[in-house]
């Protein structure tokens, strides 16, 4: 079969079938109904053995739109007098036969739990998405709805940290291609789902130390994990009762923001010390503090315990 493309002029006159149309627009949209979680259901309970539909909502499925309409629906239930539960869906539907989207009732069997989705992508049967679950009971007069919406989501975007959507869709997510990183709007906030800082190199000499093994840290998807380097004392003895910079500092983009963070360290002799790493809210914020310590003379040690991580 010869290669072609649709609408063109020199395919079927430009005309496209129901088929064509499907295959060109299934991915025009995500399959599901306009809206979020936060708005009102769009299955319902309606009197007796009816569900009701919400009006003015709209969706899409395979491409093809569809709305509830002004007055929006309502569907019966069957009754049930099988001795067992029967759940049923109420399904948003594409029927190929005559190409509509309906949302429908489709029935489940009793005692044997929620039928399963139609999604047939051929050119004919049905696709369908789930809208509610309704449980009947042996002999019910009324129905339980559960919400099932499947919701059309919103696309990733390329942007820069200054260029993001300032109007962004619940769920949508922007991808910074300055900072390598990508960033989830929540409704509230920007979220970052993936970053990676690479390795950050967090020396910060002072004269009272040498520094024997580099300091440095990584950012993975809002964590933060630290390796402490090695340290020499230069400077005179420190005595147990001081506490010390040490010759790291951490940058204020990787501070936790209200928690200081706390490290074991050997020190020459096989003795042990505390080392205290302040966050943004203290008063010496990112600064790596050496506390709880021996006696520390002239060019002896301090080796930081490493896997030192926290949230930001």
């Known amino acids: 079969m010869a290669q072609a493309s649709w609408p063109s002029p020199g395919h079927n006159a430009r005309a496209v079938t129901d088929v064509e149309y499907e295959r060109m627009a299934a991915r025009f949209s995500d399959n599901g109904v306009y809206g979020t979680p936060a708005d009102a259901a769009v299955v319902s309970p309606g009197v007796g053995l009816n569900v009701t539909i919400r009006a003015n909502v709209y969706g899409s499925v395979r491409g093809h739109g569809w709305t509830s309409g002004a007055d929006g629906d309502t569907l019966p239930i069957d009754p049930n007098s099988s001795g067992q539960t029967r759940i049923d869906r109420i399904v948003l539907r594409l029927t190929r036969a005559d190409w509509t989207v309906r949302a429908v009732v489709k029935p489940g069997t009793p005692g044997a739990g929620v039928p399963s989705l139609s999604q047939s992508t051929g050119d004919t049967g049905t696709y369908e998405i789930p809208l509610a679950e309704a449980r009947l009971l042996n002999g019910a007069t009324s129905v339980t709805v559960t919400r099932k919406e499947l919701y059309v989501g919103s696309r990733s975007r390329p942007c820069t940290s200054s260029t993001r959507n300032p109007v962004p869709m619940v769920s949508e997510i922007n991808y910074e291609t300055d900072t390598k990183r990508a ?68 940058p204020s983009d990787y501070r936790h923001p209200t928690r200081d963070q706390y490290a074991l360290a050997y020190c020459t002799g096989v003795e042990v010390a505390r080392i205290i790493i302040y966050s943004a809210a203290s008063d010496q914020p990112g600064q790596v503090v050496l506390a709880n310590h021996p006696t520390i003379a002239t060019g002896e040690f301090v080796l930081p315990a490493s896997g030192l991580s926290w949230v930001v």
Do not use: Q, Y
């Open 183 to 250: 960033m989830l709007w929540t409704g509230t906030s920007w979220e970052a789902i993936f970053e990676d800082s690479g390795v950050v190199n967090i020396n910060n000499p002072n004269s009272a130390w040498s520094i024997e093994t580099d300091s440095v840290l990584e950012k993975r998807n809002g964590s933060v994990h630290v390796r402490l380097g090695s340290f020499k004392r230069t400077a005179g003895s420190l005595s147990a009762s001081s506490e010390s910079r040490l010759p790291v500092l951490i």
